[in-house]
Nanobody, 122 residues
Framework: QVQLVESGGGLVQPGGSLRLSCAAS????????IGWVRQAPGKGREGVSC????????YYPDSVKGRFTISRDTAKNTVYLQMNSLKPEDTAVYYC???????????????WGQGTQVTVSS
């Protein structure tokens, strides 16, 4: 069955970096897109980034463009989110998700990981 497992979250100081991983099983990244979504305390979910089956990357909020980079390793069936120059407002639970579609379909994600906490604080 489809399974997504995130890792790599933690506590980091402002300006620091983290790399999140999302290990996928039950389907192949060669054929399906995966996205990252975050939810800050007291706020709704916000799409952060997505990578399609054709390796096209999308970044949704202007606030992460230039700081976050999404990538994938199809041999490991794993997607990464490299986050640099982190800010306190990046604090959130980060989830990876998929709609089992070759293209990024943020509003149609059916499968979600359990999430990993990212806290940016001094």
């Amino acid at each position: 069955q489809v399974q997504l497992v995130e890792s790599g979250g933690g506590l980091v100081q402002p300006g620091g970096s983290l790399r999140l991983s999302c290990a996928a099983s039950g389907f192949s990244l060669d054929y399906y897109a995966i996205g990252w979504v975050r939810q800050a305390p007291g706020k709704g979910r916000e799409g952060v980034s997505c990578i399609s089956s054709s390796d096209t990357s999308l970044y949704y909020p202007d606030s992460v463009k230039g700081r976050f980079t999404i990538s994938r390793d199809t041999a490991k069936n794993t997607v990464y989110l490299q986050m640099n120059s982190l800010k306190p407002e990046d604090t959130a639970v980060y989830y990876c998700a998929t709609a089992l579609d070759p293209e990024c379909r943020y509003s149609e994600y059916d499968y979600w990981g359990q999430g990993t906490q990212v806290t940016v604080s001094s």
